[in-house]
């Protein structure tokens, strides 16, 4: 269970359900998983009488809450908090070690197959978990390592020494593994709630197993999979299974949220910052759409409301799949967000951090030219109207945290680096644009040693998290 108590650290969980406290700094700089059951050990079956008893072994099955919760943490997945981490499955029996199948011990919640090594090893020589092994119980086993030559220490030691030899050890995912995917599944209610009256749920040709609180199954065929419900109400809805790993659903009438992104674009963390303009993405928000006309923003628009641990926050545009809101100045830690509207509720938890930051783009996506203007004249910086060396530019955001008054101005506590091209520009001022609820802006001068062209590069890192890369013109 070492690896899921890795997870449950970073996690911060807690034994009550849906409980975390996740450490401010987790201290840990790499991880390694070795045939780590993260959705669950094969054969269930066989524990269950321990599991009874023994509440470790009872969070091991699949679909229990405690790796229902796992998988769902943080924005409805687990991003092991950016740790730097691979999986090595074990892959001598069939499609699993004996014990884990390959879905299983993946990690395609977090990187993908390409941080997933696979080695012909059996999981474990344990006498007591080798009654129960599916006849996988011949050496070499992928945790005793014995000699320099064993694939699990090849790999170990190279991911330790930082360079990338532990690529061509052991094999990539193919066969049954490139073709189907895990289905880690919870039907609920209006509210959000379990629904416990579920007698048969199918994907596609796959048939789901009832765990203690949620449904599952090691492989279900890639691609989009119609689910069937014996339940009351009956339902048929659909999911998108990813090869090469598990896929967590949520399936349930009224409101749905799924992701929480810096209203600027996307940027290479889930964490978000204090007072961070962000948009909820997800299904039935709202019956349409509406925009809040004046600040104060309302904390009820459309029939909708959103509440940070409880408490009503501003909401500047609701739609159908869609929310815009900023984010309390107060907020730390991991807050718990909850859409409400006549349909229904459903929570959806996000990591805050001291400062996520993120830059405003002129498409809107945040991808390309970043929102950046001349600070005296307001003019927009274009390729057709570029940047100087040594203008003084104002660059707009969101994401820098919390604020401090100084001189009738918010400036950010955490104050960011500007990178332009590489060259660190340096900043006159960081903190709310006057004005304007969850917009920041950063004043700065062009470095004279600046690169020249249409498209330099420009970020913004604070708090060690790096923004969207964006680009400004220069001459």
Same mark, same amino acid.
């Given at each position: 269970? @070492? ?70 943490? %943080? ?88 360079? %990338? ?45 009832? @765990? ?101 926050? @501003? ?25 409400? %509207?006549?349909? @229904? ?17 002129? %498409? ?112």
């Amino acid at each position: 269970m @070492g690896g899921l108590i890795l997870r449950s650290y970073l996690a911060g969980k807690q034994n009550a359900a849906a409980t975390f406290r996740p450490p401010a700094d987790p201290r840990v700089r790499k991880a390694i998983f070795l045939g780590t059951p993260h959705f669950g050990i094969s054969f269930p079956q066989a524990f269950a009488s321990v599991a009874e008893t023994d509440p470790q072994v009872r969070a091991l099955l699949p679909g229990s809450r405690f790796l229902f919760d796992l998988g769902t943490w %943080n924005q409805g997945a687990d991003n092991l908090r950016e740790v730097d981490a691979i999986a090595v499955a074990g892959a001598a029996s069939a499609s699993t070690d004996g014990l884990v199948s390959l879905t299983s011990a993946s990690m395609r919640f977090l990187a993908g197959e390409d941080r997933l090594r696979i080695v012909p090893y059996c999981h474990t020589n344990n006498a007591l978990l080798a009654l129960v092994t599916a006849g996988c119980r011949r050496a070499p086993f992928l945790a005793e390592i014995d000699s320099d030559d064993h694939l699990s220490w090849r790999i170990i030691r190279s991911f330790l020494n930082g360079n %990338n030899d532990w690529k061509q050890v052991g094999a990539n995912p193919e066969g049954p593994l490139t073709a189907n995917g895990g289905l880690l599944l919870s039907y609920q209610d209006r509210e959000g709630k379990a629904i416990e009256a579920t007698t048969k749920i199918t994907a596609g040709i796959a048939d789901l197993t009832k @765990g203690t609180y949620a449904w599952s199954t090691d492989f279900v065929p890639s691609g989009l999979q119609d689910v069937k419900i014996t339940a009351t109400p009956e339902a048929i809805s659909a999911v998108n299974i990813t090869p090469v790993g598990y896929n967590v659903a949520v399936i349930k009438s009224g409101p749905r949220l799924a992701a929480v992104l810096p209203a600027a674009g996307r940027v290479p963390t889930l964490s978000r910052a204090p007072g961070m303009f962000v948009s909820l993405y997800g299904a039935e928000l709202a019956t349409s759409a509406a925009q809040a006309s004046a600040l104060p923003l309302p904390t009820e628009l459309n029939g909708v409301h959103l509440l940070a641990n409880g408490t009503p926050i @501003g909401l500047q545009f609701v739609g159908p799949t869609q929310i815009n809101a900023i984010l309390p100045e107060t907020a730390r830690g991991l807050v718990t967000l909850e859409v409400r %509207n006549t349909a @229904g509720a459903h929570q959806i938890n996000v990591f805050v951090e001291a400062a996520s930051p993120a830059i405003f783009t002129q %498409n809107g996506a945040g991808t390309g030219d970043a929102a950046a203007t001349q600070a005296v004249s307001g003019a927009l910086i274009t390729q057709n109207s570029p940047a100087r060396r040594g203008d003084v530019l104002t660059l707009y955001s969101t994401g820098l945290g919390a604020t401090e008054n100084r001189a009738g101005l918010a400036w950010a506590v955490l104050a960011p680096t500007v990178e332009i091209g590489g060259v660190p520009a340096v900043p006159l001022y960081a903190g709310r644009a006057p004005g304007f609820a969850g917009l920041d802006q950063i004043n700065f001068v062009v470095p004279t040693d600046a690169p020249r062209g249409p498209a330099v590069p420009v970020r913004l890192i604070s708090n060690g998290r790096a923004s969207n890369e964006t680009t400004l013109a220069i001459d």
